[in-house]
């Protein structure tokens, strides 16, 4: 950075430098991104009788916050409680954005409890720090608990709770939040009616989806790829093809992204041939080379069509993925789907082999064992899996009961109204084998679901 060079030179010629000279270059050096210059600097100018301001400390720990260095962000932090500096909402906001950087939740949440909480940009920095923590339902705590302030939110508000709300599912909690995006005259926001798209979509809510997808001041290659995504992971994969077509009517150029979408959506839809052609397309007129994950839709599009000797194949001809675990989980589930025995045990011995203590391989291959009635070699894995202590993880589901989100594990027998939950699965699980023989058909000449 020449110009950084240039204002170093300067600076050291100076007779007498200013405090905003020595604030100048320490914001360069945090815009560079060189945090240990910051504090040298620092330093220096302590040592030659400058006090620091507030616009020092803060340039500093807004640096430490974009690199993530917990160490040096600390260090100015004690440095302000013990000179009894009171903190402006600037570090405030950037000591706790730090802090959920560097995993440090109960940190960032001890400074939220002290400061002053007046306007939206504190609880926007707490609502996407648990974000960024993946914890979601706190996320949307902290929104329910700003409006309980009366702190009006903003389009930064909107944008993050509306993200929780995709990772939760919590559609009637998203609705709440699109009635309050009106409320506030942001329908002409781009990226807040994006994130309100992507809301619907991973919801499931599909069609109000493509109403907002319809509605927005503009679409780029993001909203395209959302509305595509939405379709393929929703069983509609030919109007997921259709608005591919018409993205690339208008001139809209498809990233890797956007192929990952369209691969996705063949394989949920079995469209074998559609996504053999996409994924040439995406290399030989796009000139995008595959990542794992595109690999992994191809191979679970041909491992749900039973053609698994081709997807074996295509992991023997390509090293740099051969030893991925999550290409080799994906082909080894197929293999249990079409019980072809000796090529599920092929790949669960490359997945033990690196990663043993992964307790999903050996119950796998031990029902496969007794698909075929092998009950020795059954006993054997799960006598092998109880030695080395593996147990298989619950699993864990949400839902909204009466607008509040509720999250289930199974084997949990402590819930009041189990019996009522048992009975609702058993009958819409008789149901679903009524009526999988309907709707799943197979062609044996071309072996492709459809």
Known sequence: MRSLENAIEVFEQMPKRTVVAWNSLIVGYGLKG????????????????????????????????RSARLLEGKFVYGYIIRNNIQPDIF?????????????????????FKLIPKTNAVSWNVMISGYMTAGKFFEAYDVFSDMRQAHVEADAITFTSVLAACSQLAALEKGKEVHKLIIERNLED?????????DMYAKCGAVDEAF????????RDLVSWTSMITAYGSHGRAHEALKLFADMLQRNVKPDRVTFLAILSACSHAGLVDEGCYYFNEMINVYGIMPRVEHYSCLID????AGRLNEAYEILQRNPSITDDVGLLSTLFSACRLHRNLDLG???ARMLIDKNPDDPSTYIILSNMYASVQNWDEMRMVRSKMKKLGLKKNPGCSWTEINQKIQPFFSEDNSRWHLESIKKCLLYLTSHMEDESISFIHFDTETQIYY
Do not use: W
């Open 34 to 65: 060189d945090i240990p210059s910051c504090i040298q600097h620092f330093r220096r100018m302590y040592n030659e009788g400058i006090k620091p301001t507030l616009t020092t400390l803060s340039s500093i720990v807004m640096a430490c916050s």
């Open 91 to 111: 570090i405030n906001t950037s000591l706790m954005d730090l802090y959920f950087k560097c995993g440090k939740v109960r940190s960032a949440e001890a400074i």
């Open 189 to 197: 926001n781009v990226v807040v009616m994006g994130a309100l798209l």
């Open 211 to 218: 109403g907002i997808f319809r509605i927005l001041p503009e």
């Open 301 to 304: 599009l041909l491992g749900r």
């Open 345 to 347: 045990v092929k790949i």
